[in-house]
């Protein structure tokens, strides 16, 4: 069992910056697949970015590419996911999630291929 916390969520206007971060549960963290997703209402979950347990990058096409940055600090267990340039349509829960079976053909970027889901965290962006 996984267990993952997200935080650095809330209100901020557009063209600000937010960094979200999500912190990890075991003594595994190395090894996993580590993702964002995001979810307004109304509309089904969406990939946002991964980093892969061997640092592999991928961010959703067009929508947050160059303004937002994922890494990952394996000594704190930790993901980040830095937001610039916020947009009203950035509006959504933020949820990170970890994939733990170590792909090495695939990178998972669809919300079935995560085995654990933090609770979310709130980002408003007002315009």
């Known amino acids: 069992q996984v267990q993952l916390v997200e935080s650095g969520g809330g209100l901020v206007q557009a063209g600000d910056s937010l960094r979200l971060s999500c912190v990890a549960s075991?003594?595994?963290?190395?090894?996993?697949?580590m993702g964002w997703f995001r979810q307004a209402p109304g509309k089904e979950r969406e990939f946002v970015a991964t980093?892969?347990?061997?640092?592999?990058?991928?961010y959703d096409g067009d929508s947050v590419k160059g303004r937002f940055t994922i890494s990952r600090e394996n000594a704190k267990n930790t993901v980040y996911l830095q937001m610039t340039s916020l947009k009203p349509e950035d509006t959504a829960v933020y949820y990170c999630?970890?994939?733990?079976?170590?792909?090495?053909?695939?990178?998972?970027?669809?919300?079935?291929?995560?085995?654990?889901w933090g609770q979310g965290t709130q980002v408003t962006v007002s315009s």
């Open positions: 999630a970890a994939d733990i079976r170590r792909r090495v053909l695939s990178i998972a970027m669809d919300p079935g291929d995560y085995d654990y």
């Open positions: 075991g003594r595994c963290f190395s090894t996993y697949t």
């Open positions: 980093i892969t347990w061997k640092g592999i990058i991928r």
